[in-house]
C-alpha cells in the first residue's frame, strides 16, 4: 500500500473516529434530556408504557430490515425467521428474559426521569457499569483487574455524593417529584441492565445466530410483554383517553430515538475504542448538566460536581487498558449498545 492510499486511510479513520465521538455523544446526552423534558412539560401527559411499546415496534422493524439487508433476498430472509424464531422455539424461549427485563427497564428509566433532573438522572444511570461488572464476574465468572474493582468503588461514592446534594430544577413542582423513587427507579434499571446484557452476551456466545437476528427475537418477544404493561399500568387512562393520548412530533421522536440509539450505536462503535467511549460518556453529563441549567434552572453545586467528576474519572480508570495486557471487557460494546435504552 502506498504512503498516499495509507494517508487517505489514516485521514478516514480519524473522521470516523469523530463521528463516533459525536454520536455516541449526542446518543448518550440527548435521550436523557429529552426523557426529562416529555416526562415534565406542560399539556397533555403521553403514557411512558405505550412509548416503550412503540419503541419496541420501531427496533423489531428496524432489526428485521437489517436481517434483510444480510440475507440480500426475500426468500433467503424468510427462510431465516422461519428457522430461528419458528422451527426453534426453545432457542427463541431463550430470549424471553432479557425482554421482559428490558421492558421493565425502559419503564423503570421513564419514572426515574420524571423525578430526577435530566443531569442527576445521567450521572445515576452510571451505575450500570457496576451492575453489569458484578453479573459479569458472577455469572460469566470474568476477573477483573485491580484498576477497575477501583474504579467501581469511585464510581458508587460519586453516584452517592450527586444524591446526597439534592439538586433539583425547575421543570416541575418539586411536591410533584421524590428523589428517592427516581433514584430507586434509576437503580432498579441499572440492576435490570446489568443482568440482561450478560445473559444476552451469554446467549449470543452460546450461538452462531447473528447480533441482528437475535434483536429481532429480543423486539419479537417483547412486544406482548410492552403490550400487557400497559394494559397493566395505564388500562383506564388508554380506556379513556387512547393509546396514543399526548403524542405529537416530539413523543415521536422520543421513540424513534430510543429506538435507534443503541442500533446507531452499533454500527459505528467500531471505530470508537473504550477511551473513546469513555469520552463520549463523559461528554454526555457535562452536556446534560450546561443544558439541565439553561433548560430546566438546574442549580448545580459543588458537592454535584465533585461527584459527577468522581464518575468522570471512574469511567475513565474501567476503560483504560494497559497496553502490556490484553483485557477481556466485561461486555462486547457493540452489543451492550445493542440493549441499552
Known sequence: MSSKVLRVNQRKLRVLKVVSLVTLTLQNAVLGLSMRYACTRTGDKFLSSTAVFMAELVKLVTSLVLVYNEEGSGKRWLAVLHNNIIKQPMDTLKVCV????????????????????????????????????????????????????????????????????????????????????GFAAAIGACILSGFAGIYFEKILKGSDISVWMRNVQLSFLSLPFGLITCYIKDMRAIIDNGFFHGYDWFIIYLVVLQASGGLMVAMVVKYADNILKGFATSLAIVISCVVSVYLFDFIVTLQFVLGAAMVIASVFLYSYSPKTKVIKSVTDPARELLLKV
Open 98 to 181: 432479557p425482554s421482559l427485563l428490558y421492558i421493565i427497564q425502559n419503564n423503570l428509566l421513564y419514572l426515574s426521569a420524571s423525578h430526577l433532573d435530566a443531569a442527576t438522572y445521567q450521572v445515576t444511570y452510571q451505575l450500570k457499569i457496576l451492575t453489569t461488572a458484578l453479573f459479569a464476574v458472577t455469572i460469566l465468572k470474568r476477573t477483573l483487574l485491580a484498576q477497575q474493582w477501583a474504579a467501581l468503588v469511585l464510581l458508587a461514592l460519586g453516584v452517592a455524593m450527586v444524591q446526597m446534594t439534592g439538586a433539583s430544577d425547575t421543570a416541575v413542582n418539586n411536591a410533584q417529584q421524590n428523589r428517592l423513587i
